[in-house]
């Protein structure tokens, strides 16, 4: 039976009135094409403090002493109460060639239970959990006039409370005046609740001269890796089942100046011999999360690397003439494919191996650059040719991504050759994604190049992304937001036979007062929490629930959206619907074709008012509920619910 749709006040404030039945209508006789299987998958750039801060699980901020040249910025004394000492940073005791500093800690004055030293405050915070280990590590030596125990403590914010301490010191631990490494496990015992008021701090009884370089803590991480990623940060990202990482992150590879570009040999090896960089966010990256990280994110995650290789832009505008000037840059992109997908036999192979992966890791898809639209020399063509030469005459099995596609100006493309993949990036108003979410790429050439949405997101709010008032806003989508998403990936999901790939962007944001420099951001956090905006959940709604073959469905008379893919082993159905609209909207569903439909089916149901959203203080306020639907059979009724997104699971009988 076909059901009259109700009067249907558009999310826009539009009112329409449908005088006809309402009507999904699913072509299950032939699939029209291939779903990609890279389709869905993550993008990331250092920008909200998300590696530093963020998945990155380094806790000390400003470990290296390097990201203000003239103050030891987020450090602090302990002193006062019968102890005082200075410090300072001092250039003329560099703890390495990569790293050129250290902090020198001046004790004067010092005594059993009267120490001084200094204190971390760590990224907004040092979070403290009962019974997990912490690792402290840092690299320190004496003028030779100490000898004396450095204790090294996590303790409240003030120092009044200590939920774990050690002391390092006897014959093996005494400070010489050359630089040696020191490490201790702390593991709290009296934290009730966990907390993230709290702060490192290595001090002394006793006076002396000490320099400190590359103090690190690192909480428990993931997989227990070593200089690894927040546990539960990256499990909301394994819980996407992302099939791709696009990285090092677009403007994060081609930094403010050329000098300032991700340069991934800098990267590599031990921490003490990563200088890391300024960011173009405002801020300096460790480089602690650097290549080879980078890789082991994606191995985390059961993903393929999407690898950005610098092509000679920087966003100020400086750029790399093409020809021989260009020459040492693809010479460096060839080594980090390399370095990425090489024999261990090889010379960056090696490298990797050395590490700890001989292995190779699997690579199909090399970025030339980063939105090189914004290149106004217009020397793309040349460089994007002459990478492109070099990198198919070595690997010609790789895929090459053009970053400038169809949506940019004829004068910005690529136009000596025709690209394997073009980059298309989209941070749009909703109201802008619903309506491209109609037709954006039915006209598309099937015969190439095929497309990589590598950035999208819908915004709706009236600020965009990138404008400094956006800041005032929540950092994370709300509800809205989350039908912009999920009516744009309806016609990406569609058009997957000429979409490799898609991801939203910016992937993670630390909530925390002056972390963030962009919203929206599909993740947040602080210190110690971690929450999904509706968005995360409208996407993995999308990218744990898809099959591998594309059903053509076609709706009538109605405002809901819909895409349907299919998996050709099991018949079962994916149908995705997303209504915008300010009332329930009812639907009958024919499916013409194919396997007949079992009984019952599961619908997964994201829906909220428009405003609704998750927050650090409300992490599940708008999240996806499952339930059981009776009575499936073609040309039954389903009511998708107000500014509603679902998943229906139809299983073949």
């Given at each position: 039976m076909k059901i009259r749709l109700l009067p249907l006040v558009l999310l826009f404030g539009v009112a329409s009135m449908r005088d006809a039945n309402p009507t999904i209508v699913i072509d299950a006789g032939s699939p029209s094409g291939k779903v990609s299987p890279t389709l869905y998958g993550l993008m990331t750039e250092e920008i909200n403090h998300s590696y530093d801060g963020g998945l990155y699980a380094e806790l000390v901020r400003n470990r290296a002493f390097l990201d203000d040249k003239t103050?030891?910025?987020?450090?602090?004394?302990?002193?006062?109460?019968?102890?005082?000492?200075?410090m300072a940073l001092d250039p003329a005791q560099p703890l390495s060639q990569a790293i050129g500093t250290s902090l020198r800690l001046e004790v004067t004055k010092a005594s059993p239970g009267h120490e001084a030293g200094i204190a971390n405050e760590g990224y907004w915070g040092i979070p403290v959990r009962n019974k997990a280990r912490y690792q402290v590590s840092f690299f320190a030596k004496s003028a030779g006039n100490f000898t004396g125990a450095i204790v090294v403590s996590l303790q409240n914010a003030d120092g009044t409370a200590r939920y774990a301490s050690a002391s390092l010191q006897g014959p093996t631990s005494t400070l010489t005046t050359a630089w040696k490494r020191y490490e201790v496990t702390l593991v709290p015992e009296t934290v009730v609740t966990p907390t993230a008021n709290a702060r490192l701090t290595?001090?002394?009884?006793?006076?002396?001269?000490i320099w400190f370089g590359l103090v690190s803590l690192f909480p428990p991480t993931f997989k227990g890796q070593a200089n690894g990623f927040r546990p539960d940060l990256m499990q909301m990202l394994v819980d996407m089942n992302p099939k791709f990482l696009?990285?090092?992150g677009g403007n994060y590879l081609?930094?403010?100046?050329?000098?300032?570009?991700?340069?991934?040999?800098?990267?590599?090896?031990?921490?003490?011999?990563?200088?890391?960089?300024?960011?173009?966010w405002g801020y300096r990256s460790t480089d602690g999360l650097g290549l080879y990280e980078f890789l082991l994110w994606c191995e985390d995650m059961g993903a393929e690397p999407v690898l950005a290789v610098y092509a000679g832009y920087s966003l100020k505008g400086a750029h790399v003439e093409p020809g021989p000037d260009l020459q040492p840059y693809i010479e460096d992109a060839l080594d980090e494919i390399e370095y990425v997908s090489g024999p261990a036999s090889s010379t960056w192979?090696?490298?990797?191996?050395?590490?700890?992966?001989?292995?190779?890791?699997?690579?199909?898809y090399v970025e030339i650059g980063n939105e090189d639209w914004f290149d106004k020399s217009g020397s793309y063509d040349k460089r994007f040719a002459q990478f492109n030469e070099a990198i198919k005459k070595r690997h010609p099995q790789l895929q090459v991504i053009s970053t400038v596609g169809f949506e940019h100006p004829v004068g910005q493309r690529v136009r000596s050759l025709t690209p394997d993949v073009l980059d298309e990036h989209y941070y749009l108003p909703v109201d802008q994604f619903v309506k491209k979410a109609a037709t954006q790429y039915e006209t598309y050439d099937r015969k190439g190049p095929k497309i990589f949405v590598g950035e999208w997101g819908a915004y709706e709010t009236p600020f965009e992304p990138w404008n400094a008032k956006s800041r005032g806003e929540a950092p994370t989508p709300n509800m809205r937001a989350a039908i912009g998403d999920a009516a744009w990936m309806t016609q990406m999901e569609k058009n997957s036979d000429i979409i490799v790939m898609h991801c939203y962007a910016p992937l993670l944001v630390n909530v925390s007062p002056g972390a963030r420099q962009w919203r929206p951001n599909l993740i947040g956090y602080d210190a110690l929490r971690v929450y999904g905006s509706p968005s995360y959940h409208a996407i993995k709604l999308f990218s744990t629930h898809v099959g591998d073959e594309i059903l053509k469905a076609a709706a009538s008379d109605t405002a809901v959206l819909v895409s349907v893919t299919r998996d050709s082993r099991s018949g079962l159905l994916h149908v995705k619907l997303v209504n915008p609209g300010d009332a329930d909207a009812p639907v009958q569903i024919d499916v013409n074709g194919?396997?007949?439909?079992?009984?019952?089916?599961?619908?997964?149901?994201?829906?909220?008012?428009?405003?609704?959203?998750?927050?650090?203080d409300a992490p599940n306020s708008v999240v996806p509920v499952t339930s059981r639907v009776a009575g499936v059979k073609s040309g039954f009724t389903y009511t998708v619910p107000?500014?509603?997104?679902v998943?229906?699971?139809?299983?073949a009988r």
């Open positions: 103050s030891p910025a987020h450090w602090s004394l302990v002193q006062g109460d019968g102890a005082a000492a200075s290595l001090t002394t009884s006793q006076p002396g001269t696009r990285f090092p081609e930094g403010d100046q050329i000098a300032d570009r991700f340069e991934w040999k800098k990267t590599l090896g031990p921490l003490a011999e990563r200088p890391g960089h300024q960011a173009p192979g090696a490298a990797r191996a050395k590490a700890g992966h001989p292995q190779p890791f699997k690579l199909t194919g396997r007949a439909l079992a009984a019952a089916a599961t619908a997964i149901t994201l829906s909220g008012a428009a405003d609704a959203t998750n927050s650090i107000a500014r509603g997104i998943v229906l699971e139809l299983p």
